[in-house]
């Protein structure tokens, strides 16, 4: 397929104000819906209609199959404003719309395999390397379980980790890829008890022995070297970000998301709340402006940092400049920790709501389990990210190859 430069912006195609003033109007709608979203434990279908009829799984899209073609930056403030009102829905979309755009960095066959029939055709993931990869003429033999594959029962695509066996070179390194597959080709089972992020529906997929084509394969390693073959067909600027940088992002944004709505739900609280053994009010607590203030200075802190990161991508890539792999590192860690920040600061503050806050009826406890459940994901580990992003301002190489 011959390079598709950046698509004239369809007729109808909504401005990132539109899509920010509809992920608004949907924000108290997500809040009604938060507590029906965690007993059904996955999107309602509902959330995922309006979602649809927004437009915001086409953000990133292609718009050879109908997308917008806006860069990551775009898709991460309709999280974060969305995960004010349900942190799980929030989840799902910002995944399913980053699967979007990852899909259009494989070789172009795959957008075709996926869009070419249904432009609406949605993917979940587990990057995992859980499957069992046999090589076969033309592709690979898939089989295997795979966890947390959030959205899934909304999607009908899974991109699914695997490990392709390098018999010739035992001591070189793994050819670590993610499989497409399609859902006649897999089950989810149901599996999703958990504490926070209950309405994610990040259930387990199951392969038995599927044939996955060449072409719907992700070498992460191509990632690597910035060398994936869709980035040479479809070469708008929103296909010239690292893909571990925003898969990191994605996720760490949701977290910063659910700050901000915890954030706000404090305030209002605590305007009127009165005490309830001597009925002051709450805002003459020197305590509860001293946890608010800090709270806040945090998570205002952490959007500066995410707004000055892309700024800085942005202005890389519209000089046709190299992305440093040192940069892309630092980026990652900086997803970690804001991940990592933002859980700081709702502990902050649901520690300041009292008693009151362990209520179902509260969105405080919501956002405490909910982001609890976010930083403990793989890829926002503060920890080895810290470890990783140390060694390398030391002058060591990256021990990280997603990024």
């Not at 960095?105 to 993931?125: C, E, H, I, T």
């Not at 053994?277 to 940092?305: C, S, V, W």
């Not at 990592?340 to 362990?358: D, P």
């Not at 969105?363 to 390398?392: C, E, I, T, W, Y």
């Amino acid at each position: 397929m011959p390079a598709i430069a950046a698509q004239a912006r369809l007729p109808d195609a909504p401005t990132e104000s539109d899509l920010l003033a509809r992920a608004r109007a949907l924000t108290p709608v997500l809040r009604e819906r938060a507590q029906r979203t965690e007993d059904e434990r996955r999107v309602l279908a509902q959330t995922v209609e309006d979602f649809a009829a927004a437009g915001f799984y086409k953000i990133l899209q292609p718009a050879l199959y109908g997308g917008y073609e806006m860069a990551p930056l775009t898709v991460f403030r309709v999280a974060m404003e969305l995960a004010k009102g349900c942190p799980s829905s929030a989840w799902c979309l910002c995944l399913v719309a980053v699967h979007n755009w990852e899909i259009a960095l494989l070789d172009p066959a795959a957008a075709a395999d996926v869009w070419g029939k249904d432009p609406s055709a949605r993917a979940s993931s587990s990057y995992a390397p859980f499957g069992k990869v046999t090589p076969v003429e033309g592709g690979y033999r898939l089989s295997g379980r795979w966890s947390w594959s959030s959205g899934s029962d909304h999607c009908s695509w899974a991109i699914l980790g695997g490990v392709i066996p390098r018999p010739e070179s035992p001591g070189g390194s793994p050819d670590l890829r993610a499989f497409l597959v399609p859902r006649p080709d897999y089950e989810v089972v149901d599996v999703w008890n958990v504490i926070g992020l209950k309405g994610t529906g990040s259930n387990d997929v199951v392969v038995k022995d599927a044939f996955v084509p060449e072409h719907r394969t992700h070498q992460l390693m191509n990632s690597f070297t910035m060398a994936d073959p869709g980035r040479a067909t479809f070469t708008s600027r929103n296909y010239k970000y690292p893909f571990g940088v925003v898969f990191a992002y994605s996720l760490a944004v949701v977290a910063l998301g659910m700050a901000d709505g915890a954030l706000e739900a404090f305030r209002e609280d605590m305007k009127v709340r009165l005490g309830a053994y001597d009925g002051a009010k709450a805002m003459e607590d020197p305590f509860i402006r001293q946890r608010l203030a800090e709270a806040e200075a945090i998570i205002r802190g952490l959007h500066t940092r995410l707004d000055a990161n892309f700024a800085e991508l942005d202005a890389l890539i519209d000089a046709g400049a190299e992305i440093a792999l040192d940069l892309r590192v630092r980026n990652k860690w900086d997803a970690q920790w804001i991940a990592k920040q933002a859980q700081v600061a709702i502990e902050l503050l649901f520690k300041a709501s009292g008693a009151r806050g362990l209520r179902l009826e509260s969105p405080m406890q919501r956002f405490f389990r909910d982001v609890h459940a976010a930083s403990n994901h793989a890829f926002l580990n503060p920890d080895k990210g810290a470890l990783n992003a140390g060694l390398v301002q030391l002058g060591g190489m990256t021990t990280d190859f997603v990024l």
